[in-house]
């Protein structure tokens, strides 16, 4: 099987005014523009979707959202569908974020929901899962990944997952500074890959690309990134800034 290409995706999180974003944007499409060996995604809030579409037309980063309700549309008063999401120009949707899990009540079965409907509308989901600190200390690491990804991916089948991205982030390591050693990463990505592979085969455990997430700077990203089972990375605070982020982009050189 062919290696899996890596993934380095951007999550602007709540940052970024429509013209900040689209001159982050057009100066980012400069940098990575050599970057043929990379797939390269950036979110930006919701307000500058369209707009930052429009920057990176003829560029090779993909344009992606930080959340999507999994209703087509209804009275859901402050609400994003994924087709309104396709219509602003994305092809991918961050789902199941641990601010989303930890801020805002977010459950694995609203994941489920959510997952089932960005593939309905042809997006391409980054699907995020993690332990907190606590859970970590108290060794229920996998047992925390075995339920998020249970339940996320409950009621799918194989040929549905053909594009799906996991990023594990482990919530102790997400704008902390505080990085998980290529080892911790390199285990829970193997634990994953095994989970998918049980519950969907082989050939779906190898294609699907797991990314690592949490305090990814261009000073961790080699050594991350030479981990057989680490296909790529969901940058937070580092991807804010162009030149941080394609340091993070041309991780070989």
């Known amino acids: 099987m062919e290696k899996r290409k890596p993934l380095i995706a951007g999550n602007w999180k709540m940052f970024k005014t429509c013209p900040e974003a689209v001159e982050t944007a057009s100066r980012l499409t400069g940098l990575v523009r050599n970057a043929s060996d990379v797939d390269i995604l950036i979110a930006p809030p919701f307000t500058a979707l369209a707009p930052v579409s429009e920057a990176l037309k003829g560029s090779c980063i993909f344009l992606g959202a930080q959340n999507l309700f999994y209703e ?14 396709v219509s602003a120009g994305c092809t991918h949707v961050i789902i199941g974020h641990s601010e989303r899990r930890l801020l805002f009540g977010e459950t694995d079965e609203g994941v489920n929901k959510k997952i089932k409907a960005a593939l309905a509308a042809g997006l391409i989901p980054v699907f995020c899962v993690g332990e907190t600190e606590k859970e970590r200390e108290a060794n229920e690491t996998f047992s925390v990944l075995d339920k998020q990804v249970y339940i996320g991916l409950k009621d799918f089948f194989a040929q549905d997952l053909a594009s799906l991205v996991i990023a594990y982030e482990p919530v102790w390591a997400i704008g902390t500074g505080k990085t998980a050693t290529r080892d911790q990463a390199q ?7 095994a989970l998918i592979e049980k519950a969907f085969g082989g050939e779906t455990a190898r294609s699907v690309r797991i990314l690592y997430g949490g305090s990814v700077k261009p000073s961790n990203i080699g050594e991350l990134m030479a981990m057989p089972d ?11 800034d162009p030149d941080t982020f394609s340091g993070i982009v041309h991780y070989k050189g």
């Open 72 to 85: 087509k549309q209804g009275a859901f008063t402050g609400e994003i569908s994924a087709d309104m999401l």
């Open 230 to 240: 680490v296909d790529g990375a969901l940058v937070g605070g580092a991807s804010l």
């Open 187 to 193: 285990e829970a990505h193997v634990f994953v890959r």
